[in-house]
């Protein structure tokens, strides 16, 4: 069932803020008890890029749980998708927030990230309710994969990054179990290995840009 035009409008000022408004969080900082720590100009920048590709990240799944959301068809799942990006919105906060200690910039590339995953939620949603919540499942645990790695990646001493991404994981994995527990339909193989090869594009660029 394709949304309305009211709807559509209502979603479309939700883009704009997603992309160009700051963003809140309901919840602490993960990092707000993490004292400072010294790090290198090349350590700071390395961070930062980490952490562009995790906003860049948050910017698609805002975008994925907006498109999902207009378009499932169960109202309990509407509600997860719904309850789920806010906390996306609280990592949006979280990563910007941490960009801009580094000395880093958000991707420039994030109106173009946005508007295809907002593109690929609503053709999720438009499959089934199953499907839909299937490729949240299979997002998130693709996600949790990434930032287990980004937590690697980081300078040892960067714990207030560490902070934020383990927080990040953690609510990450919690709704891929969400996903599951409404029905969540698991993914033919060529779909998910297609969200990787996607992933890595994104990854790749958003360092970088």
């Not at 883009?15 to 700051?22: N, P």
Request: with cysteine.
């Amino acid at each position: 069932m394709l949304p309305s035009l009211d709807k559509l409008i209502v979603e479309f000022d939700k883009g704009l803020r997603t992309l160009f408004a700051e963003a809140s969080s309901r919840r602490p900082h993960p990092d707000v008890q993490t004292p400072d720590a010294e790090l290198s100009e090349e350590e700071k920048k390395h961070a930062a890029r980490l952490m562009r590709i995790n906003h860049c990240g948050e910017i698609c799944a805002q975008a994925l749980y907006q498109g999902q959301a207009l378009t499932a068809r169960d109202p309990k799942n509407k509600e997860a998708f719904t309850e789920a990006a806010w906390q996306e919105t609280e990592h949006l906060a979280w990563t910007a927030k941490r960009i801009d200690e580094l000395g880093g910039h958000k991707s420039l590339l994030n109106p173009i990230w946005y508007t295809g995953s907002l593109a690929i939620g609503i053709t999720a949603g438009l499959i089934g309710d199953k499907w839909n919540l299937g490729f949240l499942a299979e997002t998130e645990h693709q996600v949790a994969k990434h930032l287990d790695e980004h937590m690697e990646k980081l300078p040892p001493q960067d714990q207030k990054s560490y902070a934020i991404l383990d927080q990040m994981k953690t609510d990450e994995l919690e709704h891929a179990d969400q996903a599951i527990e409404h029905g969540a339909a698991n993914l033919p193989l060529p779909v998910k290995a297609m969200m990787q090869l996607t992933s890595k594009v994104m990854t790749k660029s958003s360092y970088w840009i």
